[in-house]
């Protein structure tokens, strides 16, 4: 599954796709924020215009950090639900 080069693992798109549970479009956006700002994203080396390899170690902690939506929305199910004005009746 992992590419060794240099000593250090390495991971495709698809492969890390399949190893962090999400779309190979957030791991493309994952990667394009550790070029703007580092440290925020993924790392991985570009060997083409969209061919990268991506560091397992890397995957692993995005991994752990990513929340499901259900989690995410938790807060939302201890909230009270809003209350609504009762619908006014129709006059015939």
Request: aromatic share 4%; glycine share 8%; net charge positive.
């Amino acid at each position: 599954m992992a590419h060794q080069i240099d000593g250090q693992a390495y991971l495709t798109i698809a492969e890390a796709v399949e190893f962090m549970g999400c779309t190979d479009g957030w791991i493309r956006q994952l990667l394009r924020r550790e070029e703007e700002t580092p440290g925020s994203g993924l790392r991985g080396k570009r060997l083409g215009a969209r061919l990268w390899l991506i560091s397992l170690e890397s995957a692993r902690q995005q991994r752990d950090a990513l929340t499901t939506r259900a989690n995410a929305k938790k807060h939302i199910a201890k909230r009270p639900a809003a209350r609504r004005k009762k619908a006014a009746k129709r006059r015939k």
